[in-house]
């Protein structure tokens, strides 16, 4: 779990600058998560930050 949390807390990091403001994010460390690969746990942490509308989208996706 220790591992779990650096991991979140780094993707939360690099994801920083594309999150909408204004809200307060908690993320659970559950069992099944623990000992997954980076980018399993990236792609979930991503995935779960667009389905509730919390990221900007990309640079070449924003409109002007």
């Keep these: ?3 779990l949390r650096r991991v979140l807390r780094e993707i ?9 403001p204004g809200y307060d ?3 659970i ?3 099944p998560m623990v000992g997954q690969p ?7 942490v991503v995935d779960g930050l667009d389905r509730f ?3 900007q ?3 070449t996706e924003r409109q002007p």
């Design 38 to 44: 980076y980018h399993t746990i990236y792609q979930a």
């Design 1 to 3: 779990r220790t591992r």
């Design 53 to 55: 509308g919390l990221r």
């Design 25 to 27: 994010m908690v993320f």
């Design 12 to 20: 939360v990091r690099r994801e920083h600058p594309s999150l909408i």
């Design 57 to 59: 989208p990309p640079l």
């Design 29 to 31: 460390a559950r069992d």
